[in-house]
């Protein structure tokens, strides 16, 4: 499918009348609906199977639109000056006077907000009176989509429109950072902790586990692709494929490569697709070479350890 306008207004045509779709961002596919519609919120719930207790992430073409059911902050606008469009989520004090659907935000006070960087979804944003609740675009707990066939392959004939915008650059989620108190690091993502703390110029806490509230990104089982999965593994189980972070010599059809050469970058973008091809391919398990834990890796790791409590 093709970048072009009449694709963009296929899809407002059917988010206006309250439907769900497939949208593109550079993190991963999005299960679109308006964040201002109830109705239409639900609709993303019961498509993903996904508990009501756990929030939405809202996206938004720019501050204007944001100033109408978000109050901002000085840190926010730094890291929003710096790092957006892109893979940063914020989780901002809401407006008493806020549109934002009740479903999206689980009776809370707050709301996780991002700008997303993708062309053809910015494009969509641009031409719609409201923002987009977009989730990942995938069956809750499952391996999120980085392509629009994922997104086929999970929903089939139940979502309505998929906007195709080809692979996803990244291929892992947003990093969360809540701002409604101490900047605090509530999900690894595909923008490092580092960077947002030489912004900020302090300290930033991280809370990964959930607390009496959950937040997105924040489920402590999450990204399985359905079979099991051990990390840290030198060799494949019985049954099972090895997924590499290297290419070698050694060519076995059980083997993956999710690089040439241990660029993190390249493994991110490729975790997710291979995952799911060997699921499809029908292996009983999934080994994991050992994964460097720095930069991007830790967030690797962080999806790894959530799928592997399949």
Do not use: W
């Not at 390249?266 to 029908?282: D, F, P, T, V, W």
């Amino acid at each position: 499918m093709k970048y072009n306008q009449s694709n963009i207004k296929k899809a407002k045509k059917y988010l206006d009348k309250g439907d769900c779709i497939g949208v593109p961002t550079e993190t991963v596919y999005g299960l679109a609906a308006n964040a201002y519609s109830s109705l239409a919120v639900k609709k993303i719930f019961k498509l993903k199977k996904r508990p009501h207790n756990n929030p939405l992430i809202v996206h938004y073409s720019n501050i204007k639109s944001l100033k109408k059911d978000c109050l901002i902050n000085n840190s926010f606008t730094k890291l929003y000056k710096k790092f957006s469009p892109g893979p940063i989520t914020f989780v901002l004090k809401l407006r008493k006077d806020s549109k934002i659907s009740k479903y999206v935000i689980n009776k809370q006070k707050n709301l996780a907000i991002r700008f997303p960087k993708h062309n053809l979804f910015k494009n969509l944003l641009n031409k719609l009176d409201y923002p987009l609740a977009a989730p990942s675009a995938n069956i809750s707990n499952k391996l999120s989509s980085v392509m629009a066939s994922d997104v086929k392959e999970e929903f089939g004939t139940k979502i309505k429109y998929i906007l195709d915008g080809g692979k996803c650059k990244i291929g892992l989620e947003s990093t969360i950072i809540d701002l409604t108190n101490k900047p605090t690091i509530l999900r690894l993502g595909g923008l490092g902790v580092k960077e947002i703390q030489n912004t900020l110029n302090k300290k930033i806490y991280t809370s990964i586990k959930p607390k009496k509230k959950i937040m997105p990104g924040q489920s402590l089982f999450h990204y399985s692709p359905g079979i099991p999965l051990k990390t840290n593994m030198k060799k494949p189980l019985i049954d099972g494929a090895f997924l590499l972070i290297k290419e070698r010599k050694t060519i076995l059809n059980n083997y993956y490569y999710l690089s040439k050469n241990k660029n993190l970058d390249e493994i991110a973008k490729n975790l997710y697709s291979c995952l799911r091809k060997m699921k499809n391919k029908g292996y009983k398990s999934i080994a994991i070479e050992k994964i460097p834990n720095k930069g991007l890796g830790k967030t690797i790791n962080d999806r790894l350890n959530r799928a592997s409590k399949y």
